[in-house]
């Protein structure tokens, strides 16, 4: 079955014991158990409810993984899967890894002595040097925010092979439609659901697919100890928006694509960074290990007051942080995402005062691109 059909048809399309074509809403806390001495699927829903599980198998499907967990934010996903490690374990994270997982892992985990080298993970090369006795997983995220870097997901893996270390990615740009990490090899993947998976900008969540019983089993003890799951409601929410995550993701790459195009061609914009154009550094690391380069790209405009203009008169798109919506969202990293990152920090990175990020949505490209060209003259 093609990855669109199984949007549709996935197993969780229709309720059980109803024949619904939506799984309802189980907004409920806790079950009948007609037999205390015979165990039941359902008891509790921070265990486990109907809706949430449904929202679960589904990701597990479409990532190819053995088990789904959803969460009530990305953060949460990423923050269990993290707690399955121990004091004294050793975790590579790539240096551009999103602005809450660099907070999570500097200002939380290491308090529990999780030992965290961040390095260069586009330098297969940083990753096989970083590696020590203690070294339990590399924490991977491909392509990389803002500035979409590329990592080779299956170097990447082989070196972790070699060295019994667990691969996990942060598949949340990509979507399990353009990009699925656990069929190249890794562990888990998270996602914050929030972004493209939702799709509609109107629901927090997150998701992790998982390969192997043993490993599912220690991110269910997490996700039914610390109790970060999410909600039936907003579980709801994410199916609902899964169904079109293949049309959405498809028009709106497109549009990302014609707008990295033209954004090349004008004159107040220095530099284009998406993955999709010939002249990206990653471009054919990545086009081998997803579908498609997606869409979010960022540019650089000749200056800092250049930039400030275009994201004081932009129109069309709404200026915010988050990404993945049916809007077009115009962020500016230094102010907002990557506001936290000392300045010296940023700019070694090439996060620049005049770096604009967008989330290109469903908008029809030639009013977009007519809206950018007047936000920039
Ligand atoms: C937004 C985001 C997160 C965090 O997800 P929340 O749902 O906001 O908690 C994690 N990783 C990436 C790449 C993101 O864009």
């Keep these: 079955m093609k990855f ?51 929202l679960e198998d589904t990701i597990a499907k479409l990532e190819g ?40 892992t500097t200002n939380f985990f290491n308090r529990f002595k999780l030992d965290i080298t961040f390095v260069d993970a586009s330098d297969i090369n940083a990753i096989k040097g970083s590696i020590r006795n203690n070294t339990k997983a590399l924490f991977l995220e491909t392509p990389s925010n803002p500035l979409m870097k590329i990592i080779d997901l299956k170097s990447a893996v082989e070196i972790a092979k070699q060295h019994g270390i667990l691969v996990i990615v942060d598949n949340t740009f990509m979507s399990p439609y353009l990009q699925r990490p656990l069929e190249l090899g890794a562990d888990i993947v998270v996602h914050s659901a929030t972004k493209f998976i939702g799709g509609h900008s109107d629901v927090i969540g997150g998701l992790a697919a998982v390969k192997g019983a043993e490993l599912a089993k220690r991110v269910y ?48 914009v220095k ?23 997606g869409a979010v790209l960022s540019f650089e405009t000749v200056d800092t007051e250049m930039a400030k203009r275009f994201m004081k008169n932009v129109k069309m798109a709404a200026v915010a942080v988050s990404l993945g919506g049916v809007e077009t969202i115009a962020s500016y990293p230094v102010k907002m995402s990557h506001a936290s990152i000392p300045k010296p920090e940023r700019e070694r990175l090439g996060i620049s005062d005049s770096l604009i990020r967008i989330s290109v949505g469903l908008e029809e490209i030639d009013d977009l691109i007519e809206d950018f060209e007047r936000a920039l003259s």
């Excluded at 590579?92 to 997982?101: A, F, H, K, L, R």
């Excluded at 928006?241 to 990302?256: E, F, I, P, S």
């Design 65 to 104: 993984g053995d088990r789904g967990f959803a969460f009530s934010s990305g953060m949460a996903a990423t923050s269990s899967v993290l707690s399955t490690f121990s004091s004294g374990d050793h975790i590579i994270v790539c240096e551009d890894v999103y602005g809450g997982t660099y907070r999570i």
């Design 271 to 293: 530099k284009v960074y998406y993955p999709g154009l010939e002249e990206h550094p990653g471009r054919n690391i990545h086009m081998s290990q997803a579908d498609g380069a």
């Design 221 to 268: 003890f997490v996700q039914n100890g610390f109790g970060a799951v999410l909600g039936p409601q907003d579980s709801w929410l994410l199916l609902r928006g899964l169904k079109t995550l293949k049309v959405r993701m498809d028009y709106q790459q497109n549009n990302a694509n014609r707008l990295a195009q033209w954004l090349k061609t004008n004159k107040h």
């Design 4 to 54: 669109g059909t199984k949007l549709i048809h996935n197993g969780n399309e229709i309720d059980k014991t109803t024949g619904a074509l939506s799984i309802p809403v189980y907004q409920v806390s806790t079950y009948h158990q007609e037999d205390i001495d015979k165990g039941q699927e359902f008891d509790y829903s921070r265990s486990g409810n109907p809706t949430r599980k449904a």
